[in-house]
């Protein structure tokens, strides 16, 4: 392996790579400064050093030859890989509220992109006014969302939570959570009237200060599915950011009321989708094997009190 080149990689990144893909992936990590260099001399820019917080998919900074930053991202050497969504999903949008798509090389799962700048997500421009993170997050949203192509091949929400309760059955996993999600989801998709082209993962740090337009989306998911999911994606993320203000409920019900005046869902069906969205996301932490699964449980709490109330 490369070992001078991957040393200076997040240990998480490469732990990540290893677990994931094993021996392909010691061999992709050892063959990524060329895979770096060949897309540089293709696309004409100059490589920076990769940002520190790198989980699933490597990305850096470069500056273009016509001086413009961008953004490289390759990802891991995993079939089907989410890349191949993202890069469907911001061409449609074509920079209407997200960064652009400038390349794409379905060979070496790579894509280069329009950099946000100066870059700051909503938890550091609203840290002193959440609330004004729910407004910014609103905005967006009606930009960014789109009713599906005919003929696409995005994944669908219906397949997420259908491989979740496949594949969660005879595990450790709390069967309560799990015959609740599923009620819930069950119940929700026959109220639902439309489904749409969501971004997926719409969270405070993928909403970006920008100059172009105020604020721009990065790292979509793309998936079809119903606007209470996109929400109820935001509503935990912004719980968990809130979790030690004392005023939390209130604040959270807020958020709430704006998301449902926004986009005419009532109050309950957003606590339910909320409910179901964080034992999915669970699921998903306790499907990678990962150890604080137990701890994250107590976030649905806040949303079983709300829609029993």
Known sequence: MNRNFISKLPPRFVQNTVDLCGEAGKMWLNDLPRIVEELSEKWSFKPEKPFRN????????????????????????????EI??????????DGNGTVKLLNLDETNRA??????????????????DVGKAVEITIKA??????????????????????????KSENTEFPERFIWKARGIYEELSVLSKEKFLIHGDLHHENILSAEREPFLVIDPKGIVG???????????????????????????????????????IEPIN??????????????????????NWH???????????????
């Not at 790198?54 to 890989?81: D, H, Q």
């Not at 969504?85 to 449609?92: G, H, Q, R, S, V």
């Not at 409910?275 to 996301?281: I, K, P, R």
């Open 54 to 81: 790198l989980s699933y998919n490597f990305v850096a900074p470069c500056i273009c030859e016509n001086g413009e930053n961008a953004v490289l991202k390759i990802a891991l050497p995993l079939n089907n890989p």
């Open 226 to 264: 119903e606007i209470g999911f996109e929400i109820s994606t935001f509503l935990n993320n912004h719980a968990f950011w809130l979790s030690d203000d004392l005023n939390l409920r209130e604040k959270i019900i807020e958020a709430v009321f704006q998301f449902s005046e926004a986009f005419e």
């Open 295 to 309: 701890e994250e449980i107590w976030r649905t709490e806040i949303w079983e009190e709300l829609y029993s109330d």
């Open 84 to 93: 191949f969504n993202e890069a469907a999903f911001l061409e449609l949008a």
């Open 141 to 166: 949203m009606r930009k960014i969302l789109k009713k599906p192509p005919q003929d696409h091949s995005f994944w669908l929400l219906d397949e997420w939570f259908d491989n979740f309760f496949y």
């Open 111 to 128: 894509i280069l992109l329009e950099k946000a700048t100066p870059g700051a997500n909503l938890k550091e421009v609203c840290r002193t």
């Open 270 to 291: 957003l606590y339910k989708w909320a409910f179901a969205q964080m034992v999915l996301s669970i699921w998903w932490t306790f499907e990678d094997g990962g150890q």
